[in-house]
């Protein structure tokens, strides 16, 4: 099996990787090409921290941000694995607070550190998907140039800086909608192929005969993603386009299109897509493919 590796720990997703991609669109469509096999090798970050802090505290009832200029906090969530023990550290012996929430980042709890534990271990509950943390108000815990740590166990090791590496997955996985891959830098790529047999609308339009079948994404883009139709058959002269008003950021209609009325046909359908399930590096100004495959008997 071919494999496609990226190793860059700086930049996003470059225009080499697309091109790769793009040349073994084929391939990776039917398989040939595993999207598991497009991995970073070789690097890890320990702490999981993002090193972004900002004046204020956390409500204990609620898990909201409320004013206070004595306490700091972190600013965005930080993911965190459920059922899972972490340690938290810092370089100015602050007391931490932590707050858990779930996967719609939904208050769950606070876990009073009572004992005021520096570094303070916890374990996440079932539900738990991210994390925030305050410091102590009572002590005036506020300098926001503190170097926080979170990682995995119960025993707190020397800071290391969290490090976002450009072109590492973070996730990967498949549901019913087809196979995806989450890039820390924000770039996602999706894919899905159906066996489908369809009969053209009976209806020519603009010289041809069509049929469609309508896709969901197996994750959601924040942004319209750019996207390949595929089109396996063979028997006859079929291509395929994208529908009306797509790509959207969920789903995408592929039409298969002929010169000659087609009924009862078997058809592999599927597509590819490229885009951002998060803000971060623009992955590319732009990915030059064709969503064009005619083949012949």
Known sequence: MKKITVVNDETSLDQDFFNTLQDNVEEVFNGDISMGSIRVEDIECKNIFDDELELGS???????????????????????????TYTISNSNNYS??????????????????????????????????????????????????????????????????HKEFGN????????????????????????NKVSVTLSSTGTQANGVYYNSNNFTYPKVFIEQPIVVPMLSQNTGIFFTSLGNNNPTKTTVQIRILSIADFTNTTFTIGYIAIGKWKTGTSTTSEVTTTSLEDEES
């Open 58 to 84: 956390i409500t204990t009832g609620t898990g909201t941000n409320e004013t206070n200029t004595s306490t700091i906090r972190s600013k965005n969530y930080i993911e965190v694995k459920s059922n899972t």
């Open 96 to 161: 931490q607070y932590i707050f858990e929430y779930d996967s719609s980042k939904t208050f769950i709890r606070v876990v009073n550190n009572t004992a005021n534990n520096k570094p303070y271990t916890f374990t996440t509950s079932p539900t738990t998907k991210y994390i925030k943390f305050r410091t102590r108000a009572s002590e005036t815990e506020n300098d926001l140039t503190t170097k926080f740590q979170v990682e995995l166990g119960n025993t707190a090791t020397p800071y290391t800086p």
């Open 168 to 191: 590492g997955i973070i996730e990967s996985g498949s549901n019913d909608n087809g196979s995806y891959i989450k890039f820390a830098s924000g770039d996602m790529i999706c894919r």
